[in-house]
């Protein structure tokens, strides 16, 4: 049976194990410079490694699981529209979410 664990990043909880490519919310760019770099997650949820399971409260003491940042874009463009029927009201919105995408090296 293979390690997961649950995560929280952005607002969001995420089940990873080791070897997945998780796409995340953008996350602050590491000190490399060309983009690439370690990312540490410290606010673990949940352990859980074949044998026994650690739930944290609200996260586990002293838990890391650690990632290499894949790359970085943008969504699709997702469009808002606001409409008011008789009275010439028309508002056209549009908005791409930024994302990061994380592959997980190594679970604690």
Excluded: C, W
């Excluded at 997945?20 to 996350?27: A, E, K, M, S």
């Excluded at 044998?51 to 469009?79: C, D, F, I, N, Y």
């Amino acid at each position: 049976m293979a390690k997961i664990a649950v995560i929280e990043t952005g607002g969001k909880q995420y089940v990873v194990s080791d070897g997945d490519v998780v796409t995340i919310d953008l996350i602050r760019k590491p000190a490399a410079s060309n983009g690439a770099g370690k990312v540490v997650f410290d606010k673990v949820l949940l352990l859980d490694d074949g044998k026994a399971v650690s739930v944290g409260s609200p996260h586990v003491a002293g838990a890391k699981v650690m990632g290499e940042l894949v790359s970085e874009g943008r969504a699709k463009k997702v469009t808002v529209i606001r409409y008011r029927q008789k009275s010439r009201y028309f508002k056209k919105k549009g908005h791409r979410q930024a994302f990061a995408k994380v592959k997980i090296t190594a679970l604690p």
